[in-house]
């Protein structure tokens, strides 16, 4: 158990669809992250947010919208998906941004299939 | 650019000892992490190293040798349980994370 919640944690969405990604930390961290996790592919980190502002944003495409309404709770609004898009999307929280003891903790995922 | 590389998978045996390699080079070098990812399930800390040498955790070790952009996790006293991913990062000037692919471990008996 991590203190990291993800859901769902399995969605299979048409290219036309909306939906969204919930994850909630329990562990009092300030900053929040979402990353795309695509097989034999390293981590690509897609947004972090710090006490609820967004500090990056590593170009990702408009289809992909964060929302971060406090700094337990993060989204990922998702609309007009391509099938590339389809992957294990993971979200992370640490204590603070940067140094080495803000290890970062990770939750399960969503496992999203886009059709 | 910035590049992580590990080694895509690896074998050994139940009760042996395993190293998995990770070189780097990275626009500067706050420390270097390794998860372990079982399949379908989060990514969890393992170990995290910034000074050179050797820090021992259990079964676990990881050595850094920052002059050679290099590291390398040691498994000790293999178990089925360690079969895993093992994900190798470095946070860079930005304390930003860069991820290598991964090294997937597997284990027999």
């Known amino acids: 158990e991590t203190g990291v919640t993800q859901t769902p944690r399995h969605l299979v969405m048409g290219m036309t669809n909306k939906k969204s990604l919930k994850c909630e930390q329990h562990?009092?961290?300030?900053?929040m992250y979402w990353y795309k996790q695509s097989a034999k592919k390293p981590l690509e980190l897609m947004f972090v947010y710090n006490f609820k502002e967004q500090t990056e944003n590593n170009s990702v495409p408009s289809r992909f919208s964060p929302e971060c309404p406090n700094s337990s709770h993060l989204f990922l609004h998702l609309h007009t998906l391509q099938p590339e898009d389809s992957a294990l999307y993971l979200c992370?929280?640490?204590?603070?941004?940067?140094?080495?003891?803000?290890?970062?903790?990770f939750g399960p995922g969503t496992r999203l299939t886009v059709l | 650019g910035q590049n992580i590389d590990q080694p895509t998978e690896m074998t050994a045996t139940e009760g042996a000892i395993v190293q998995i390699n990770c070189t780097y080079q990275?626009?500067?070098?706050?420390?270097l992490f390794w998860y372990q990812q079982h399949a379908g399930e989060a990514p969890t800390f393992l170990s995290y190293n910034v000074l050179d040498g050797l820090e021992e955790k259990g079964r676990f070790s990881s050595f850094l040798s920052r002059s050679k952009g290099y590291s390398y996790l040691l498994l000790k006293e293999l178990q089925m349980k360690d079969s895993a991913s093992y994900l190798c990062?470095?946070?860079?000037?930005?304390?930003?994370?860069?991820w290598g692919a991964g090294t997937k471990l597997i284990i027999k008996p």
């Open positions: 562990l009092g961290h300030n900053a």
């Open positions: 990275t626009s500067g070098f706050n420390g």
């Open positions: 992370a929280s640490s204590q603070n941004l940067g140094g080495g003891t803000d290890t970062q903790y």
């Open positions: 990062a470095v946070s860079d000037s930005n304390y930003q994370l860069i």
